[in-house]
Nanobody, 124 residues
């Protein structure tokens, strides 16, 4: 089970820290990712970190403004987002996969487990 939190209303240029708490499985066995879905758009990749935690992957739209990290001892993955833009407004989902490989780490279909989403609204 994945439980995302930390969303909210923030002004453009501000920051938010999203968290995702995992339970029920061995967290360190799973690659973790964040996706987002804006109104009227498809769900898109934001960031990911493999099981090893050594590498990070970002969508071009958030690269340089966001940082994904994981704490296997606390079974959590976080997404720190800075310099938020209006176009970052979306419902943010955390996702987990035990089988994803590097070449597909940005693919929505590679993740079997999803949280319920946390809403981020960026105002002007």
């Amino acid at each position: 089970q994945l439980q995302a939190s930390g969303g909210g209303l923030v002004q453009a240029g501000g920051s938010l820290r999203l968290s995702c708490a995992a339970s029920g499985r061995t967290f360190s066995n799973y690659a973790m990712a964040w996706f987002r879905q804006a109104p009227g758009k498809e769900r898109e990749f934001v960031a990911a970190m493999p099981r090893s935690g050594g590498s990070t992957y970002y969508a071009d739209s958030v690269k340089g403004r966001s940082t994904i990290s994981r704490d296997n001892a606390k079974n959590t993955v976080t997404l720190q987002m800075n310099s938020l833009k209006i176009e970052d407004t979306a419902l943010y989902y955390c996702a987990a996969s035990a089988t994803v490989i590097t070449s597909s780490i940005r693919m929505r279909s590679a993740y079997a487990y999803w949280g319920q989403g946390t809403l981020v609204t960026v105002s002007s």
